[in-house]
């Protein structure tokens, strides 16, 4: 056994906790996660800092809803604080629940616990049929679905997941309750050292930070994706923490860092900018996802077959 009371060569993954998360619901969507070892922290930060510490495999953890946008707290320890590399996203659709202890009635609840990012999904359905009910923060949408199921809470209610409600005994009062259909949430699966091979449909992610705050500066940045038709799937500035007003770009663009014209553009960036961090190049995620990675590796094989075919028609050097 190891010291981490693992056998050996057996894989772990830290998750965003405690059991019964949206995020441990993305982690078993996955089957390859699935089967390892699931490891519950109680912040987003314990999980990564477990990853890059060895103390487990990978972390998965949110990084941007659909309602909301990003997950702060994820994006800035991976732009700041670590040197993990992001192995692949994982897409989730995401019902939120009003929970309670058995027998609760909605107009009897006075206070409402979740996660935040959870509570601001669903800030219309608070202020229409929870009226004054006070709103107060968790640390995740399960732990606050823990705490309301082990102190008996009568008279406060969980924004949380269904799996929440099962493990911690409590009942749905309302169903889906955020403010807007076809809410999903984005999963980041993290680990240090480690770039994924090429799959032929990727994203890569940078860090941009800017030699000065100029006119033209992201304009010269984004010059250099248009210039080789890469596109941006996302792009979104935060604050350096070194001042008012000093900002880098964080950006998710198609393609592989093994891919030609992405290496090219990252090596013209890397001259051009104060400083570029890469965080990782990955799987992209999506509904056709693997049948469309399946087809691009035939086209592959079926393109590397001519191609060979055409090198056998070469002749051979004048005194081979």
């Not at 056998?7 to 982690?27: C, K, N």
């Not at 210039?227 to 008012?244: C, D, F, H, V």
Request: hydrophobic share 40%; charged share 20%; proline share 5%.
């Amino acid at each position: 056994m190891s010291e981490t009371g693992r056998a050996e060569g057996e894989q772990s993954v830290g998750f965003f906790g405690p059991h019964g998360t949206f995020t441990e619901e993305a982690l078993v969507s996955v089957p390859h996660l699935a089967s390892l070892e699931h490891v519950p922290y109680g912040t987003i930060a314990e999980a990564m800092r477990a990853a890059e510490s060895g103390e487990v495999d990978f972390a998965v953890v949110p990084i941007e809803n659909s309602i909301e946008g990003t997950v702060s707290v994820t994006l800035d320890h991976l732009v700041f604080d670590s040197e993990l590399l992001i192995q692949e996203e994982i897409v989730l659709d995401v019902h939120l629940h009003l929970l309670g202890t058995p027998g609760t009635r909605i107009e009897d609840i006075r206070s409402v616990v979740s996660f935040p990012h959870a509570s601001a999904q669903c800030r219309r359905f608070v202020h229409e049929r929870l009226g004054d009910a006070e709103v107060l923060a968790a640390n995740s949408t399960a732990d606050a679905a823990r705490l309301i199921g082990e102190q008996h809470l009568a008279a406060t209610a969980a924004i949380a997941p269904r799996l929440a409600g099962r493990l911690y005994g409590l009942e749905v009062l309302a169903e889906a309750i955020e403010d807007f259909d076809d809410n999903q949430t984005r999963f980041l699966v993290v680990s240090p050292q480690r770039v994924p091979p090429p799959t032929g449909h990727d994203k890569t992610s940078v860090v941009l930070f800017q030699q000065a705050d100029h006119p033209g500066s992201l304009h010269e940045i984004l010059g250099q994706f248009a210039a080789r038709n890469l596109n941006l799937t996302k792009i979104e500035s935060r604050p350096t923490k070194q001042g008012l007003g000093d900002y880098c770009f964080v950006v998710d663009l198609e393609g592989h860092v093994s891919d030609e014209v992405v290496g090219d553009c990252l090596r013209e960036l890397h001259l051009a900018v104060a400083g570029c961090k890469f965080l990782g190049s990955y799987p992209a995620a999506g509904d056709h996802g693997p049948a469309l990675r399946a087809e691009i590796s035939e086209g592959r094989r079926r393109a590397g077959e001519w191609l060979d075919s055409i090198r056998k028609l070469i002749a051979p050097s004048p005194g081979s």
